[in-house]
C-alpha cells in the first residue's frame, strides 16, 4: 500500500502516483517516500571542497574510518586472484585467500616498505620484487633470503597488517580501522532495500574510470540531485520526471539516501507533451529502446510500453524470464547513496554503481567511475567481468563506447564540474545554499560527513 505524502510546491505526478500506474507493480520498499524534515538548513562551508587541510583531516577521519567499496567479488573468484584497492596514500591487495575467504593486506613490505603488488592478478603468494621477503595467501611470511642476517626478526611478528574485509551484495568492502562497526550494521537499511534489487547476481560488465576536474564530493553531488536537469540535461525532459523526483532521507538513518526519477514520462515543465514525442526522445538518446516501432498505449502513455520493451531486451541479454520485472525496474533511476562514497542503482535498464574517489592529495581533483551490472544467467554463469577503461582528464566519457547512452549525461556534468571548481575558488560567500528538498540528500551526506570530521579518535 503506497504512503501518500504531500511535498509542500512539488509538481507532480509524483513517483508514487506514477508508480501506482504501472501494470507490473514496484517492489515493496520503493511504494513509500520519507522526505527529509530532520535536517538542519544552514549555508555548507565551501573549505570543503578544496583545502588541503580538510582533505588531510578527511583521510584520517573519513577515508580510514569508513566501509569502503573495494571491488566485486567476480573479479577475484580463485584463490590467488587479487586487486589493489588505492584510496589517497594507501593502498591494500584485497585478495581471495582461501575458497570463501576474501583478506586485504596493507601493500607495503615489511622489510624496507615496497609495495607488493602494483596491480590486478594471481598469485600463490606475494614475493617482494626487491630483496625477495616473501609472504603465503594468509599473510604469513614463508622466506627471507639470507635469513643469518636478521638474527633479531621473528617471523611471526612479520605477517602483514591487515583492514577488515565485509561482503555484501556481490561487493568487497573493506575498513582499514580495526575498530570499526561492523559492516552489517554499517549498511543500515541498505540489505533490506536490495532485496528487491539482488545486486549479488549481477556482474560487473562495464568499468570506466575517469580523472575529474573536481574535489570528489562535488562530482558525487552532481550526481546525486535532479534539480540540475532541465539546465544541464535539457534533451531529458521529454521522457524523464526531474522536478518530481523522489528524495528520501530516513530519521537515524546515517550512511544511506535515495531518490527515485521515472523515466517514460515527460518532465512536470513538459506535462501535456504527446507520448510519441517521449518515445521518439528516448529512443533518440537511449539506443537500449530501439528496434521494431513503439506506440502509446490507449491511455495515451508511452510508460507501459517503454517498459515492456526494456524487461524484453534485459531478459533476451540474459535469458531470464523478466515478464514479471516491474515496471519501475525496468525504466526508472532508483538510487541510493552509501556513505561515503559509492552510489549503487537498484533497476535493469540502469544498472549502474558509481565510486568517487580523491586523486592522491590533489583536492581538486577525483576520480570517478562508472560501473555497469548486468544479471547474470539463470544458473549463475556470466561473462568475465570487465577490465577497467581509465580516461584522463581532457579525455571525454564519451570515449567509452560501453557506456552508452550515460556517457552523453555524465560528460555534460563534468563540463559544468570544472566550472563548480573553479567558481568556488572565486567565491566571496563562505557556503553553498541547498534546497530544502531536491538538494536534501546532498544535506544528509554532510551532516555525516561533518559528524565524521568531528568525531574523536
Ligand atoms: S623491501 Fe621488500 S624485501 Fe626488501
Ligand atoms: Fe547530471
Not at 45 to 56: C, L
Not at 143 to 152: A, C, T
Not at 313 to 320: D, Q
Request: glycine share 8%.
Amino acid at each position: 500500500m503506497a504512503t501518500r505524502t504531500v511535498i509542500q510546491g512539488r509538481p507532480g505526478p509524483s513517483v508514487q502516483e506514477v508508480l501506482a500506474g504501472d501494470v507490473n507493480p514496484a517492489p515493496a520498499v520503493m511504494l513509500a517516500e520519507s522526505p527529509a524534515e530532520h535536517l538542519g538548513h544552514g549555508d555548507v562551508s565551501i573549505q570543503r571542497y578544496f583545502s588541503k587541510a580538510w582533505h588531510d583531516r578527511e583521510v584520517e577521519k573519513v577515508w580510514r574510518k569508513t566501509w569502503q567499496l573495494a571491488c566485486r567479488l567476480e573479479e577475484i573468484p580463485e584463490v590467488g586472484d587479487h586487486v589493489v584497492y588505492e584510496i589517497v596514500h594507501d593502498s591494500l591487495i584485497v585478495v581471495r585467500s582461501g575458497p570463501d575467504e576474501v583478506r586485504a593486506y596493507i601493500n607495503s613490505c615489511l622489510h624496507r616498505g615496497t609495495q607488493l603488488r602494483t596491480e590486478a592478478g594471481s598469485v600463490k603468494q606475494f614475493r617482494c620484487p626487491f630483496h625477495g621477503f616473501t609472504w603465503d595467501l594468509a599473510g604469513k611470511l614463508i622466506h627471507v633470503p639470507g635469513e643469518w642476517d636478521f638474527p633479531n626478526l621473528d617471523r611471526k611478528d612479520f605477517c602483514l597488517p591487515e583492514a577488515k574485509v565485509g561482503l555484501w551484495g556481490g561487493f568487497v568492502f573493506v575498513n582499514f580501522d580495526p575498530a570499526c562497526e561492523p559492516l552489517e550494521t554499517y549498511l543500515e537499511i541498505l540489505p533490506e532495500h536490495f532485496k528487491a534489487f539482488a545486486l549479488e547476481d549481477r556482474y560487473k560488465a562495464a568499468h570506466v574510470a575517469k580523472i575529474m576536474p573536481c574535489n570528489w564530493k562535488l562530482a558525487m553531488e552532481a550526481f546525486i540531485e535532479s534539480y540540475h536537469v532541465p539546465f544541464a540535461h535539457p534533451q531529458v525532459l521529454g521522457y524523464y520526471g526531474d522536478e518530481n523526483t523522489q528524495y528520501d532521507v530516513w530519521p537515524g538513518v546515517r550512511h544511506v539516501n535515495r531518490m527515485i526519477s521515472v523515466q517514460g514520462v515527460p518532465s512536470p515543465s513538459q506535462a501535456d507533451l504527446d507520448p510519441e514525442v517521449t518515445i521518439r526522445h528516448i529512443r533518440r538518446d537511449v539506443p537500449f529502446y530501439s528496434g521494431a516501432p513503439i506506440v502509446a498505449d490507449e491511455e495515451g502513455t508511452a510508460r507501459a510500453k517503454l517498459a515492456q520493451r526494456a524487461r524484453e531486451k534485459i531478459g533476451r541479454a540474459s535469458g531470464r524470464d523478466l515478464s514479471a520485472l516491474s515496471d519501475s525496474e525496468s525504466l526508472d533511476l532508483i538510487e541510493y547513496l552509501l556513505f561515503p562514497n559509492m552510489v549503487p542503482w537498484g533497476g535493469q535498464a540502469l544498472p549502474i554503481t558509481y565510486r568517487f574517489r580523491p586523486l592522491g592529495d590533489d583536492p581538486e581533483k577525483c576520480i570517478m567511475e562508472i560501473m555497469l551490472l548486468f544479471s547474470k544467467r539463470p544458473d549463475g554463469s556470466h561473462p568475465a567481468p570487465a577490465a577497467m577503461t581509465w580516461l584522463g582528464l581532457e579525455e571525454p566519457w564519451s570515449m567509452a563506447a560501453e557506456l552508452g547512452s550515460a556517457a552523453m549525461v555524465a560528460d555534460q556534468d563534468t563540463e559544468n564540474l570544472k566550472r563548480i571548481q573553479k567558481g568556488l575558488r572565486t567565491s566571496r560567500k563562505p557556503g553553498v545554499t541547498l534546497a530544502r528538498y531536491q538538494e536534501s540528500r546532498i544535506r544528509h551526506f554532510h551532516e555525516t560527513l561533518d559528524a565524521y570530521m568531528a568525531a574523536e579518535g
